[in-house]
C-alpha cells in the first residue's frame, strides 16, 4: 500500500475536525442550519490555512443525504453516503475543481458557464470551486459577472484565493467573503501532537514548537515539515534533529550574544558569531530568532505575567528583562530587523550579521561616548582652533577670489554717454537720514577727451554739439 503523506490523510473531513478557523465555522454552521444559502462565497487567506478543504466540507453539507439516503441539508454531513464519500476522493460528479492559474481564459470561463445551466447529475447541487481565482483574465471576470450575480438555483460557486486585492469589485461584491486567518502556533502544536500520537510517533514538544514555528501559520506546512523531520529523525520527532533539519539556531547561541552585549564584550560577541559560522548557521534565522527573543524580553519588561512557564527560555528571558533597560531591548529590536533586511546587501551574510551585533554594541543608549581630542565629550567632535595660520598659498587664492568677487572690472568708457552719478551711494546715506549734496551736473567734456587720452580720434564739433 503507497504511503499517503500527513497533509492529506489527516485533512478534515467535517466542521468539527477543522482547526483554526472557528469564525468561518461558527458562520456556515448557522447558515447551513437555517438554510440561509449564498449563492457564491469566497475564502482568502495564505497558504495552508483550509480554502480548499472548507470547499469540500461546504459541498458536502450541500449534497449529503445522511446514512439512510433520505437526509437533507445540513450542517454535519455524515461521511458515509456516496455524495461524502465521492467528494472525499475527488469523483463527486456534481462537485468541479478548477484550478484559475491554468484555465484563466475566457473560453475556459464560457465552457464553465455554459455547463452550469445544465441540472446536477448525481447530487443535490452542482458545486464550482475555482481556485486561485485572482489568476483569470479581465474578460474572464466580466464573462462570470452575470452568472455569478444571478446563477440557476441548483448552482453554487466557491472561490478561493491568497489575492484579494486582484479581484474586481465587482466581482467581490456578488460573493460572501470569509478570510481565513493563519493558524496560531499553540493550535498547531496540538494538532502535531494529536497526529503523531494518532500515527504512534515519539515526539518532543520543543520540537513541535519548532515546526509549528517554521510553519508561519500554514497546517500543511506544518504537516510538511512534520513528514520531513520524521523522515530525517528514522521515525521519531526530536528536537536536536529538527533543529539540524531546519538549521534553526539553539538557543545557547542567542543567550551568549545577549550576555556579551550585557557586558559590552565586542569580542566575545565575534566569537559567537564564528562559532555560528563555522556550523554553517544561517544568520537571516539568527536575526530572526534574537528578535523573537527580544520581544518576549520586552513582553517580560512591560508585563512580567505575560512570561510563560512552559517557554524553554523563560528563566533567561526574565534575567534579560532585569539587566537591559525598555529603551535598550527597543533598539536593539529594531536592530535586528533592520539588520535582517540589509543582509542582501552586505557583502557577504557574515559580514551583515558582524555588522548588525556591532551596531548594538556601538548605540547601546546607556553607553557613553568616547572621548575625543581636546578633551570633548558627548560624541561631539573637537572643535577647529580659532586664529590657526593657514598655508600661505590658500590664504593669496582666497584673497584672489575675494578681491575678484568684491570689486567688478571697470566697464569700457562710452565717449557718447554722459557720466552717470552711482545711485547707490545716495540710497545709503537717504538710509541713514542724513542730509545729501546734489549730485554735480555732468562734465560734457571728459568724454570728449577720453578717446583722445586712450589714443583714439579727437571728436569733432558738430559730434560733440550732439553729445
Known amino acids: 500500500m503507497s504511503y499517503q503523506v500527513l497533509a492529506r490523510k489527516w485533512r478534515p473531513r467535517d466542521f468539527t475536525t477543522l482547526v483554526g478557523q472557528e469564525h468561518v465555522v461558527r458562520a456556515l454552521t448557522h447558515a447551513l442550519e437555517q438554510q ?26 450541500l449534497n449529503c443525504v445522511g446514512p439512510d439516503g433520505n437526509g437533507d441539508i445540513t450542517a454535519q454531513p455524515c461521511g458515509v453516503c456516496k455524495a461524502c464519500t465521492e467528494i472525499d476522493s475527488g469523483r463527486f460528479v456534481d462537485y468541479i475543481e478548477m484550478d484559475a492559474a491554468s484555465n484563466r481564459g475566457v473560453d475556459e470561463m464560457a465552457s464553465l458557464l455554459d455547463k452550469a445551466v445544465y441540472a446536477p447529475t448525481a447530487g443535490r447541487f452542482k458545486v464550482y470551486m475555482i481556485d486561485e481565482v485572482h489568476m483569470l ?28 486585492q486582484k479581484i474586481p469589485v465587482t466581482v467581490l461584491s456578488r460573493c460572501l467573503q470569509f478570510n481565513l486567518k493563519q493558524m496560531p ?30 510553519a508561519h501559520g500554514s497546517m500543511r506546512d506544518a504537516l510538511s515539515l512534520t513528514d520531513q523531520a520524521i523522515a530525517y529523525s528514522a521515525g521519531q520527532v526530536s528536537e536536536a534533529a529538527v533543529r539540524g533539519m531546519l538549521g534553526a539556531i539553539d538557543q545557547s547561541y542567542l543567550v551568549q550574544l545577549l550576555d556579551a552585549l550585557t557586558a559590552e564584550d565586542g569580542a566575545a560577541m565575534l566569537g559567537v558569531a564564528d562559532g555560528m559560522a563555522d556550523r554553517s548557521l544561517s544568520f537571516a534565522g539568527a536575526l530572526q530568532d534574537l528578535a523573537s527573543l527580544l520581544h518576549k524580553i520586552a513582553l517580560a519588561q512591560a508585563v512580567p505575567a505575560s512570561v510563560q512557564e512552559e517557554w524553554p527560555e523563560a528563566v533567561e528571558v526574565r534575567r534579560f528583562a532585569a539587566a537591559f533597560d ?27 550579521f558582524t555588522m548588525t551585533l556591532l551596531r548594538m554594541l556601538a548605540f547601546r543608549p546607556s553607553a557613553s561616548p568616547a572621548p575625543v581630542a581636546g578633551g570633548q565629550g558627548g560624541g561631539q567632535l573637537a572643535p577647529r582652533a580659532r586664529g590657526a595660520a593657514a598655508p600661505a598659498g590658500r590664504i593669496a587664492a582666497d584673497a584672489a577670489a575675494a578681491s575678484a568677487a568684491v570689486v567688478p572690472a571697470a566697464p569700457a568708457l562710452r565717449p557718447a554717454a554722459p557720466v552717470q552719478p552711482d545711485p547707490e551711494p545716495v540710497q545709503a546715506q537717504q538710509a541713514a537720514s542724513r542730509p545729501v549734496a546734489p549730485a554735480p551736473a555732468p562734465v560734457a567734456t571728459a568724454p570728449m577727451a577720453a578717446p583722445a587720452a586712450a589714443g583714439g580720434a579727437p571728436m569733432s564739433p558738430a559730434r560733440a554739439a550732439l553729445a
Open 185 to 214: 502556533p499553540g493550535h498547531i502544536v496540538s494538532h502535531l501532537d494529536h497526529v503523531l500520537g494518532e500515527e504512534g510517533i515519539v515526539r518532543e514538544a520543543n520540537a513541535l514548537r519548532l515546526l509549528a514555528q517554521a
Open 36 to 61: 440561509r444559502l449564498h449563492h457564491a462565497y469566497l475564502f482568502t487567506g495564505t497558504r495552508g490555512v483550509g480554502k480548499t478543504t472548507l470547499s469540500r466540507i461546504l459541498a458536502k453539507a
Open 326 to 352: 525598555a529603551q535598550e531591548v527597543q533598539l536593539f529590536y529594531q536592530i535586528a530587523n533592520l539588520g535582517r533586511s540589509e543582509l542582501a546587501l552586505a557583502p557577504d551574510e557574515y559580514a551583515g
Open 137 to 164: 483574465t479581465n474578460h474572464a471576470f466580466n464573462a462570470m459577472l452575470k452568472t455569478l450575480e444571478e446563477p440557476p438555483a441548483h448552482v453554487k460557486f466557491i472561490l478561493a484565493t491568497t489575492d484579494p
